[in-house]
């Protein structure tokens, strides 16, 4: 059964800091693995996917690497900014074919002091 | 083109009454994925359908849940006999036809408050 955990449960930095976000995963299986924001009372917008076969995908000021021999992701927030405050998810598709569930991590709280 | 459309966004119950939670999904995508966030957990997936079809409901409760997503109209997340711990928000999510490879779009969710 793959489980998916991200460690820190929250995190506060100052604002223009650089930091990472950390998701480990169980069954290194997968067919990708995605970075999701969600903003308290909201729904979930996809910040950046990665396919098995890549390791890792950049956006802006975001950079997400996958490494899956050791089941881990990691999510990179450069120049961090307080509109970065947020909950960050990671999720992961499993490989068996029809079987299109994400499995996501509880999240890290994150919090850009200004 | 309109992103995943959910309804109500907000929904009130009595024990024993009926959830009924619509999705529309985006323009053009025939599968659906309905989770459920229960408060200060993360997301679990209850069930995938597709026009018609449940292709699998494995996290779907045994019992006074069920989902449809027909041939017309919006998919329906439906729960029977509410109890209070069926508050949590309700997320529904699309993708187009092709499988295994893209990412899911998620609707802003239905936030169901059993009183």
Redesign the interface.
Known sequence: KQE?TQIPAALSVPEGENLVLNCSFTDSAI??L?W?RQDP??????LL?I?SSQREQTSGRLNASLDKSSGRSTLYIAASQPGDSATY?C?V?VSN???????????TRLTIIP | NAG?MQNPRHLVRRRGQEARLRCSPMKGHS?V?W?RQLPE?????MV?LQKENI??E??MPKERFSAEFPKEGPSILRIQQVVRGDSAAY?C?S?PDR???D???????T?LTVL
């Open positions: 998916v067919y990708n995605q999701f009372g909201k729904g979930l917008t996809s996917l396919q998810l999720a598709k074919f029809g079987n299109e569930k994400l499995t996501f991590g509880t999240g | 995943v599968h994925y989770y957990e993360g997301l679990k997936f995938y292709i699998d494995s996290g997320f999510a993708s499988i295994s490879t990412t899911q779009y998620f609707g802003p969710g936030r």
